[in-house]
């Protein structure tokens, strides 16, 4: 942790001077990795004023020849995924199958994806108006021009290129500001665009603290995809309010998962281990609560807490392992607050609890159980490695207590009868339910991905997502000639107005069309 004791923010070190450095440490041992440049306001302003010039000829190509070179891009990622992995285990300290799957297969697969669809969900389409026949209307996907992505630290790979992926296929230029914490993983994906021969100024990345993030937006961004928490997004969205700038927040979140009497046991408790511990419980899908029937609640805790204990958890660029690091030191604090309150107020402490030993960064994946609302490890984002248990007597009172949240981004419901979970699912308040199954929506490409309340708007992902990379522009043209005299100009006559009277009654009025003709005469 002691990096951050250094920094007090915004890019100024405690001796009071700007540093012009950025310093990345391995989470899993301590040690200095590397360092990024701590870009400079000017220097923001000047990388987007280059974007926008590569944007221009960019921009004005076919959709197809554009995922073409989207798909180069990912062939260099496949290509060099060893190096992206490696890097990855150090900067996160993450084991290395999260590493290869969650963050190289899923950029990987999302580049494929959208280079293939982009072509049908970006093409015009005309719009068959129901009332000016007259005219032919099409709506088209123009990209908005320099795309600003922001993101956080615990899927500093995955995260931040599918944004960047998406906005490129859309035809936009991109300016990513990585998180402080994780520069050096952008920096390779950066390397890796420039490697794979693709437009040096159009996929740009600006390393630095929150200050170089504020003025990437103040820079003349025309888009911005912000991933991380809901403060900093709402300083950020306020921001970009100022500005009018559009922007999808993508926040934090607080999924509940609700076992019904009749979920499978071993599976859901193996889902739980898998959805509370992955990137040691640093994902905003995470099983963040979870609500077992009193009929099952016992048993499942039970094998939660064993299966709990199979974990291995250690330095992953050493060994395999199930649990790695904590990325950003503060996490751990905030575990250790959320398990003192919840103890302090009656919970159980069935398996973990406490730092792991040596210089990196662990904290042991942590079961409570008896928990309640009044704890804030039930109400407040974890983004670590605890899942607290909470009994409940009916489904009911799961569905209520799951919509009992500022939060809602994933949910998840386990019963074996698919069609109830499917009803508890479409009751619950939350961007995405998975019915059997956890996190994998992260991995969709072809699904909107994100939530409602203060878990953000707008989506990630899905062909609405992509379209919203671009700014819609509807193109009205006159199909038949229609004579100098349009009826709806001017002039205003008695005469046209009692047309119009008629043209009402007969359009919008009552009863029948043939009541509303003869009333005409
Ligand atoms: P933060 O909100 O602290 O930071 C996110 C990014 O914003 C970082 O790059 C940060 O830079 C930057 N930033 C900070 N201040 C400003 C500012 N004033 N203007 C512009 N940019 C700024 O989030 P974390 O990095 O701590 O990430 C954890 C959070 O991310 C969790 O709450 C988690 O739920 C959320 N998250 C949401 C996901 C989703 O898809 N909904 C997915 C993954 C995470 P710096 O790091 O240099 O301070």
């Given at each position: 942790?002691?990096?951050?004791?250094?920094?007090?923010?915004?890019?100024?070190?405690?001796?009071?001077?700007?540093?012009?450095?950025?310093?990345?440490?391995?989470?899993?041992?301590?040690?200095?990795?590397?360092?990024?440049?701590?870009?400079?306001?000017?220097?923001?302003?000047?990388?987007?004023?280059?974007?926008?010039?590569?944007?221009?000829?960019?921009?004005?190509?076919?959709?197809?020849?554009?995922?073409?070179?989207?798909?180069?891009?990912?062939?260099?990622?496949?290509?060099?995924?060893?190096?992206?992995?490696?890097?990855?285990?150090?900067?996160?300290?993450?084991?290395?199958?999260?590493?290869?799957?969650?963050?190289?297969?899923?950029?990987?697969?999302?580049?494929?994806?959208?280079?293939?669809?982009?072509?049908?969900?970006?093409?015009p389409r005309e719009i068959p108006l129901h009332l000016m026949k007259?005219r032919k209307s099409t709506v088209h996907?123009?990209?908005?021009?320099?795309?600003?992505?922001?993101?956080?630290?615990?899927?500093?790979?995955?995260?931040?290129?599918?944004?960047?992926?998406?906005?490129?296929?859309?035809?936009?230029?991109?300016?990513?500001?990585?998180?402080?914490?994780?520069?050096?993983?952008?920096?390779?994906?950066?390397?890796?665009?420039?490697?794979?021969?693709?437009?040096?100024?159009?996929?740009?990345?600006?390393?630095?603290?929150?200050?170089?993030?504020?003025?990437?937006?103040?820079?003349?961004?025309?888009?911005?995809?912000?991933?991380?928490?809901?403060?900093?997004?709402?300083?950020?969205?306020?921001?970009?309010?100022?500005?009018?700038?559009?922007?999808?927040?993508?926040?934090?979140?607080?999924?509940?998962?609700?076992?019904?009497?009749?979920?499978?046991?071993?599976?859901?408790?193996?889902?739980?281990?898998?959805?509370?511990?992955?990137?040691?419980?640093?994902?905003?899908?995470?099983?963040?609560?979870?609500?077992?029937?009193?009929?099952?609640?016992?048993?499942?805790?039970?094998?939660?807490?064993?299966?709990?204990?199979?974990?291995?958890?250690?330095?992953?660029?050493?060994?395999?392992?199930?649990?790695?690091?904590?990325?950003?030191?503060?996490?751990?604090?905030?575990?250790?607050?959320?398990?003192?309150?919840?103890?302090?107020?009656?919970?159980?402490?069935?398996?973990?609890?406490?730092?792991?030993?040596?210089?990196?960064?662990?904290?042991?994946?942590?079961?409570?159980?008896?928990?309640?609302?009044?704890?804030?490890?039930?109400?407040?984002?974890?983004?670590?490695?605890?899942?607290?248990?909470?009994?409940?007597?009916?489904?009911?009172?799961?569905?209520?207590?799951?919509?009992?949240?500022?939060?809602?981004?994933?949910?998840?419901?386990?019963?074996?009868?698919?069609?109830?979970?499917?009803?508890?699912?479409?009751?619950?308040?939350?961007?995405?339910?998975?019915?059997?199954?956890?996190?994998?929506?992260?991995?969709?490409?072809?699904?909107?991905?994100?939530?409602?309340?203060?878990?953000?708007?707008?989506?990630?992902?899905?062909?609405?997502?992509?379209?919203?990379?671009?700014?819609t522009k509807h193109i009205s043209v006159?199909?038949?000639?229609?004579?100098?005299?349009?009826?709806?100009?001017?002039?205003?006559?008695?005469?046209?107005?009692?047309?119009?009277?008629?043209?009402?009654?007969?359009?919008?009025?009552?009863?029948?069309?043939?009541?509303?003709?003869?009333?005409?005469?």
């Amino acid at each position: 942790m002691g990096h951050m004791a250094s920094v007090v923010g915004n890019g100024v070190v405690s001796n009071g001077q700007a540093s012009t450095k950025i310093r990345s440490y391995a989470p899993a041992t301590g040690e200095l990795i590397g360092e990024a440049p701590n870009t400079s306001a000017e220097e923001v302003r000047l990388a987007v004023q280059r974007a926008h010039r590569a944007q221009e000829a960019w921009g004005a190509l076919p959709a197809e020849e554009r995922g073409a070179r989207i798909l180069r891009f990912r062939d260099a990622i496949v290509d060099r995924s060893d190096e992206i992995v490696d890097l990855l285990v150090r900067e996160c300290g993450k084991p290395r199958h999260e590493a290869l799957l969650h963050e190289v297969m899923v950029v990987a697969d999302l580049a494929t994806h959208f280079a293939r669809v982009a072509p049908k969900v970006l093409a015009p389409r005309e719009i068959p108006l129901h009332l000016m026949k007259h005219r032919k209307s099409t709506v088209h996907h123009v990209p908005r021009g320099v795309v600003a992505v922001i993101s956080p630290w615990n899927y500093p790979f995955q995260l931040p290129l599918r944004d960047a992926i998406m906005a490129l296929v859309a035809g936009n230029a991109v300016v990513l500001k990585p998180s402080e914490v994780t520069p050096l993983i952008a920096l390779k994906a950066k390397e890796i665009w420039d490697g794979a021969g693709l437009p040096e100024d159009l996929f740009q990345v600006v390393t630095g603290y929150g200050a170089t993030g504020a003025a990437l937006i103040d820079s003349g961004i025309q888009f911005l995809v912000f991933t991380g928490g809901v403060a900093t997004g709402k300083r950020v969205a306020a921001a970009c309010g100022e500005r009018l700038i559009p922007c999808v927040m993508e926040l934090g979140g607080k999924a509940p998962l609700i076992a019904c009497a009749d979920a499978e046991l071993e599976k859901t408790a193996r889902a739980i281990v898998f959805g509370g511990f992955s990137n040691a419980g640093q994902v905003c899908i995470s099983v963040e609560r979870v609500y077992a029937h009193r009929d099952i609640h016992d048993r499942l805790l039970d094998r939660v807490v064993e299966l709990t204990r199979e974990l291995r958890q250690g330095d992953p660029s050493q060994e395999f392992v199930d649990v790695g690091a904590i990325i950003f030191p503060h996490q751990i604090e905030i575990a250790e607050k959320h398990i003192a309150d919840a103890v302090s107020k009656g919970a159980e402490l069935r398996i973990g609890g406490e730092r792991g030993p040596g210089p990196g960064q662990f904290f042991a994946p942590t079961v409570l159980a008896n928990c309640n609302h009044t704890m804030t490890v039930m109400k407040d984002e974890i983004f670590g490695p605890i899942v607290p248990f909470m009994r409940v007597s009916t489904e009911e009172e799961a569905v209520r207590l799951a919509n009992e949240s500022h939060l809602g981004l994933n949910a998840y419901v386990y019963s074996a009868d698919r069609e109830h979970g499917r009803r508890l699912a479409e009751r619950i308040e939350a961007g995405s339910v998975l019915v059997n199954d956890v996190l994998n929506n992260g991995a969709t490409s072809d699904a909107p991905f994100g939530g409602i309340k203060q878990s953000g708007f707008g989506r990630a992902m899905g062909d609405d997502a992509l379209r919203e990379m671009c700014a819609t522009k509807h193109i009205s043209v006159d199909r038949i000639p229609m004579g100098e005299k349009d009826p709806l100009q001017f002039p205003y006559t008695e005469k046209s107005y009692a047309w119009f009277k008629k043209g009402l009654r007969l359009m919008f009025g009552g009863g029948s069309l043939a009541k509303r003709i003869g009333d005409l005469f």
